[in-house]
């Protein structure tokens, strides 16, 4: 049989009962589509979260106060319930760790803030003027405070564009206007550009002050919450990390297993939620595969039963010189075709779902090349391995016995 008698021979099979051939391509279009719909929605949401955590910073380096948790250690010493990070820390690590850029300290805290008879409860940070160097801070409008500010603890502010919207209105210019934190006054000098951050924690939704004036009004004390560090490139990360920690367990008089303090690499983080989105991803894709599995499983019962209604036909075609590798090619192509057409359209439907999820916001999805070349590779593999039993099956008839069939 040529090529052509063969897909001429398929497309007669499958279209002499549409209803059936459609019913078993559906089950192979809904397995197709929710791969590809799973695989981008946990695609998208690994690049969303590597995205939001090189938004802090390039390059950076976490110091936080509080020990490492461990067996045997103490809950209540875990990191943000300790003091024992200082400025003079941050000017030691500037002074003598090598292959840094900046340091950035800081304290933070949640406060309400007040306006013109408007109120927003919001982050406030205080920090140094190397701060939007270190986390990637950038001002749209005005200007950030400088090092004389924090020097003479000046009452200045930077606030979010979110902050902004929230006091003085959407996109209003409030440069030289007054908020209150702690019934004090500090005048705005600079409101930072947008990140696309929403909800608690988010970047847009801060405000900045001198780590100086912070200290003395906010926290009382002379202690901070976190040391930003940036390298100067991607790969001095690791040394970075081991030069802080040997300086601040001299500095602090304690062991590696009595540390005071966490040292965290950005580039540590970035991998370990890269792995825990990549075993997402992988179980998204494996609840939606038991879809293709049933739908193969469909297949081979379509398949099974058309080599009974069509046994007299078998045992015809080997009467007249069929031979069992003519037969078997016939009814595995059919099998191959059916996963083949249901899998182009689970692809256009995967990638449409995909597409109206992230058009509406739901989530972020990204439909990578390489899920749609495998959704089609599982499409013919299923119709293969599906389809190989009932094309054996035909293909072993006895002709005589076939022909007798009733």
């Keep these: 049989m040529t090529i052509f008698d063969i897909l001429h021979e398929t497309y007669s099979a499958l279209t002499s009962n549409k209803v059936r051939s459609g019913l078993t391509i559906l089950g192979i279009v809904i397995g197709i589509s929710s791969v590809i719909t799973m695989i981008s929605i946990g695609q998208g ?13 390039s390059n950076l380096i976490l110091v936080m106060p509080g020990a490492q948790r461990g067996p045997g250690m103490n809950v209540s010493a875990g990191r943000g319930s300790a ?7 941050a000017e030691a690590i500037s002074l003598e760790v090598t292959d840094i850029k900046a340091v950035a300290p800081e304290v933070t805290g949640r406060y309400q803030v007040t ?10 940070i205080g920090t140094v003027s190397a701060y939007p160097s270190v986390r990637n801070v950038e001002v749209e409008n005005g200007n950030f405070f400088t090092d004389q500010n924090v020097k003479n603890g000046d009452k200045v502010a930077i606030i979010g564009p979110t902050t902004r919207d929230d006091l003085f209105g959407v996109d209003a210019d409030p440069i030289g206007q007054t908020i209150r934190i702690k019934k004090l006054d500090f005048k705005v ?7 696309g951050g929403t909800g608690f924690g988010s970047s847009d939704d801060m405000v900045y002050v001198p780590i100086s004036t912070a200290q003395r009004y906010f926290s009382g004390d002379a202690y901070v919450s976190t040391i930003s560090i940036a390298g100067n490139d991607a790969t001095v990360g690791t040394s970075i990390q081991q030069q802080v920690t040997d300086l601040l367990i001299l500095r602090h008089k304690v062991t590696a297993l009595t540390m005071d303090f966490n040292v965290m690499n950005q580039a540590d983080i970035v991998a370990t ?3 825990v989105t990549g075993i997402f991803t992988i ?5 939606a595969g038991i879809s293709l599995i049933v739908g193969g499983i469909g297949i081979m019962n379509m398949m099974l039963t058309t080599v009974t209604e069509r046994t007299r036909e078998i045992g015809l075609r080997k009467a007249i010189g069929a031979k069992q590798r003519d037969i078997s090619i016939q009814f595995l192509v059919e099998a191959v075709m059916l996963t083949f057409f249901g899998g182009f359209v689970g692809v256009v439907l995967g990638w449409t779902a995909s ?15 390489s899920s749609i070349l495998l959704a089609f590779g599982v499409s013919a593999g299923i119709g293969i391995i599906f389809g190989y039993y009932p094309a054996r099956r035909a293909a072993k008839m006895n002709p005589i016995e076939a022909l007798r069939y009733e």
Excluded: E
């Excluded at 179980?283 to 609840?287: G, I, R, T």
């Design 273 to 275: 939620a890269s792995s």
């Design 83 to 89: 003091k024992s990070l200082t400025l003079s820390d």
């Design 115 to 124: 306006a013109k008879g408007t109120n927003t409860n919001t982050q406030v």
């Design 189 to 195: 000098i600079g409101v930072t550009k947008s990140k």
């Design 283 to 287: 179980l998204l894709a494996s609840v």
């Design 355 to 369: 597409y109206l999820v992230t058009y509406f916001g739901l989530l972020q999805t990204t439909v990578s090349i």
């Design 45 to 57: 949401a690994q690049t969303s979260i590597n995205a939001s955590i090189q938004s802090i910073g």
